[in-house]
């Protein structure tokens, strides 16, 4: 089975600040890889996905992450962190070898962003 | 909004009771999943529906069934509940069962159990 780690379960970062929330999954072979985002009280929104392609991925709302084959990571970043970005961030993964796990997604804990002012 | 529509938002049950969580995919969607997310065990995926049909199975106990309905909306059954079952229960829809695709997520169902 697939494994997520997010590393760090809480991240602070000012106003401004570069944010950076670190992925990494255990396959042999490079799943397909997801980031979401969890504000309070709401549902998971997909910031990001990688399938294939350039291994650069932009998303919504600035942010952006690099999939990195060598270091089995999908870390996520955004150059300049904004108090609306104050979320549980979880990266995913689905198991591009499909079979009976076809299409379920495999959740890290996720990461508690707080920004500060 | 997601187009997912999940209903009850909260539920609040004595244990060894049985309930149902309805989920509503997004217009066009086949696929629905079904995951739990707890404290204890995060996000666990469930089970998967696809136009109709079971697709996949994770985590599930044998307490708990889905099923989906011609009309593509889905419903989870939880029976004999216990304390640990607990926990925001969300719903997912994609436009097919494959793994690439994104899925969207509904704002999810919280059960206490008391």
């Known amino acids: 089975a697939q494994s997520v780690t997010q590393l760090g379960s809480h991240v602070s970062v000012s106003e401004g600040a570069l944010v950076l929330l670190r992925c990494n999954y255990s396959s042999s072979v490079p799943p397909y890889l997801f980031w979401y985002v969890q504000y309070p009280n709401q549902g998971l929104q997909l910031l990001l996905k990688y399938t294939t392609g350039a291994t650069l991925v932009k998303g919504i709302n600035g942010f952006e992450a690099e999939f990195k084959k060598s270091e089995t990571s999908f870390h996520l970043t955004k150059p300049s962190a904004h108090m609306s970005d104050a979320a549980e961030y979880f990266c995913a993964v689905s198991d591009k070898r499909g079979g009976s796990t076809l299409g379920r997604l495999y959740f890290g804990r996720g990461t508690q962003l707080t920004v500060w002012p | 909004d997601s187009g997912v529509t999940q209903t009850p938002k909260h539920l609040i049950t004595a244990t060894g009771q049985r309930v149902t969580l309805r989920c509503s995919p997004r217009?066009?969607?086949?696929?629905v999943y079904w995951y739990q997310q707890s404290l204890d065990q995060g996000l666990q995926f469930l089970i998967q529906y696809y136009n109709g049909e079971e697709r996949a199975k994770g985590n599930i106990l044998e307490r708990f069934s889905a099923q989906q309905f011609p009309d593509l909306h889905s419903e989870l059954n939880l029976s004999s509940l216990e304390l640990g079952d607990s926990a925001l229960y969300f719903c997912?829809?994609?436009?097919?069962?494959?793994?690439?695709?994104?899925?969207?997520f509904g704002p999810g169902t919280r059960l206490t159990v008391t």
């Open positions: 217009s066009g969607d086949l696929s």
């Open positions: 997912a829809s994609s436009v097919a069962g494959g793994q690439s695709h994104e899925q969207y």
